[in-house]
């Protein structure tokens, strides 16, 4: 007899947040939770080429096994590399300086 698992599947736009609780088998992945969720009938920009998936901010493949209570994320692919804002905040910043 196989046991099921309460887990939560999220995905976050800037302006609203979806989170949905569900009960899949022991031993479920990420990816059947996020298809048994039906999340993307909501979403359907969700495309798993593009968009990875985590457990509690922590990068997993769509494979990963699930626990009791796991929250598993959907992230949205970056718009911009975070390295490269913070070196041309930093590059403005010297510019402003020195002239003022």
Do not use: C
Not at 64 to 76: C, G, K, M, S, W
Not at 85 to 92: C, I, M, T
């Amino acid at each position: 007899m196989s046991h099921e698992i309460e887990v939560e599947v999220v995905y976050a736009l800037p302006e609203v947040q979806t989170l949905i609780q569900l009960k899949v088998p022991e031993g479920a992945t990420a990816t059947e939770a996020v298809h048994k969720s039906g999340i993307q009938e909501r979403h359907p920009e969700i495309d798993f080429a593009k968009n990875k998936l985590g457990i509690f901010g922590k990068l997993v493949k769509a494979d990963a096994v699930l626990h009791q209570n796991d929250r598993v994320e959907i992230y949205r692919p970056l718009i911009a590399d975070p390295k490269a804002v913070r070196r041309k905040r930093a590059e403005e910043g010297k510019a402003m300086k020195k002239g003022g």
